[in-house]
């Protein structure tokens, strides 16, 4: 059986209908149920609600719920464990419970204070982010240093592919930039449906109230490596995890370079575990060599085993 790498995606790919193909499975509707208790609140009634789906209070621990009861279905299928694990920022945390290095009812916990933290961040701030699609990083990094000061801030935040670059910041500069970025040649930019300015400085406080959870939260030894955002590498020890983890929130996720530094090891195929297929289309633009297969859907699964 060959090697492969799951990967797990973050806040975006959540849908109203993400809990219905996998409806019919034990395993993953006992997942649903245990979250449901740890968080207080019915799932799958949140789910049916599309404006508290998408309020990050809600929608950061119900896509690591959706992601863990899916990777257990997984589990259950496959006798092989990954090789290497990653996640696409929230994803990243989706990562740290199937590696084994947090359990599922501590990260539904931490994920839950994360995304309050980040939430009143922009208590008095108007913010977002903006996909520019077309532009190198180093042209974008240029655009958002003329147009930042200090007091208002853009900044690139996932670097998605090579041409495809999201930035945060203040909405007031996001609106200045989109002129500038097409100026520069920018095929598109677009203003995302999000009001957090996630992996920016406005970020940094979050990073603190995420350290001092997780010095108290017991982390174990992974079971196998997870490839980190913020250097697309992995960290052995558990001091440098949390640091990874902390810093993650207010600093671009990298993740070109973590599916490129996965793609020269000894990898076969890439499985998307998790709502959408978003990490699957990234994938495509990044290392085509390489095989994707998303198993948001149920059906995928038996086609994804083939690829191994």
């Not at 193909?21 to 009634?45: K, M, P, Q, R, W």
């Not at 740290?96 to 208590?123: P, Q, Y």
């Not at 020890?237 to 370079?257: E, G, L, R, Y």
């Amino acid at each position: 059986m060959s090697n492969y790498c799951v990967l797990f995606p973050g806040q975006g790919s959540q849908n109203s209908e993400m809990l219905d193909s996998y409806s019919s499975n034990n395993v993953f509707n006992d997942t649903i149920a245990e979250a449901s208790a740890i968080l207080g609140y019915d799932l799958s009634e949140i789910i049916k609600n599309e404006d508290k789906l998408n309020n990050t209070l809600y929608t950061q621990p119900i896509m690591v719920a959706v992601s863990i009861a899916i990777w257990r279905v997984w589990q259950q299928k496959v006798d092989k464990l990954p090789s290497f694990s990653a996640g696409h920022s929230l994803g990243e945390y989706t990562a740290l419970v199937s590696s084994g290095i947090i359990s599922f009812e501590d990260c539904l916990k931490l994920v839950k204070i994360r995304a309050k933290a980040m939430s009143e961040a922009m208590n008095s701030v108007d913010g977002g982010m903006a996909a520019v699609i077309g532009l190198s990083s180093e042209e974008i990094s240029d655009v958002c240093n003329e147009l930042s000061d200090d007091s208002q801030v853009i900044q690139p935040v996932n670097f998605n592919s090579e041409n495809q670059i999201v930035v945060g910041g203040h909405m007031s500069v996001l609106q200045k930039s989109i002129e500038a970025f097409k100026k520069k040649g920018a095929k598109i930019v677009k203003i995302l449906p999000v009001s957090i300015a996630a992996h920016t400085s406005l970020m940094n406080k979050c990073s603190d109230i995420l350290y001092k959870e997780l010095i108290n939260i017991d982390l174990k030894d992974s079971i196998f490596p997870l490839v980190h955002n913020i250097d697309g590498t992995s960290k052995s020890s558990k001091d440098d995890i949390i640091d990874a983890v902390c810093k993650q929130v207010h600093s671009p996720v990298m993740w070109t370079d973590t599916i490129n530094n996965i793609g020269k090891l000894d990898i076969s195929v890439f499985i998307e575990i998790g709502p959408g297929n978003v990490l699957t289309g990234l994938n495509k633009r990044i290392l085509k060599e390489i095989p994707t297969i998303s198993i948001s859907d149920l059906k995928n699964i038996d086609q994804a085993l083939e690829l191994l």
